[in-house]
């Protein structure tokens, strides 16, 4: 069964950076991809980033263009959000996801974690 878990949300002052991780356990294939969603309170989960099994397809909410970088490791199975220049809007619970087959969109995937809180203070 496949499980992602993911770590490095926290409280910080608009401004500053966070990295985010999630680690994929029980794969069973090697093509999927991976991305970051996220959903703030009273509001529906959106898309924030996506990247293909490669690492050459990139895919970035508009909202995020410029601050976040997604990274991954296919050797770890894992997959990072590094984000510089938090906003207040960016507060949200961040939740990693794998697609088999496709890129991770924000209806189209196949497994998510927990999520992690972020939370920026102005």
């Known amino acids: 069964q496949v499980q992602l878990a993911e770590s490095g949300g926290g409280l910080v002052q608009a401004g500053d950076t966070l990295r985010l991780s999630c680690a994929a356990s029980?794969?069973?294939?090697?093509?999927?991809?991976m991305g970051w969603l996220r959903q703030a309170p009273g509001k529906e989960r959106e898309f924030v980033a996506a990247?293909?099994?490669?690492?050459?397809?990139?895919s970035y909410a508009d909202a995020v263009k410029g601050r976040f970088t997604i990274s991954k490791d296919n050797a770890k199975a894992a997959v990072y959000l590094q984000m510089n220049s938090l906003k207040p809007e960016d507060t949200a619970v961040y939740y990693c996801?794998?697609?088999?087959?496709?890129?991770?969109?924000?209806?189209?995937?196949?497994?998510w974690g927990q999520g992690t809180q972020v939370t920026v203070s102005s």
């Open positions: 996801a794998l697609k088999w087959s496709g890129m991770v969109t924000s209806q189209e995937y196949d497994y």
């Open positions: 990247i293909a099994r490669s690492g050459l397809g990139l």
């Open positions: 029980g794969l069973t294939d090697n093509w999927y991809s």
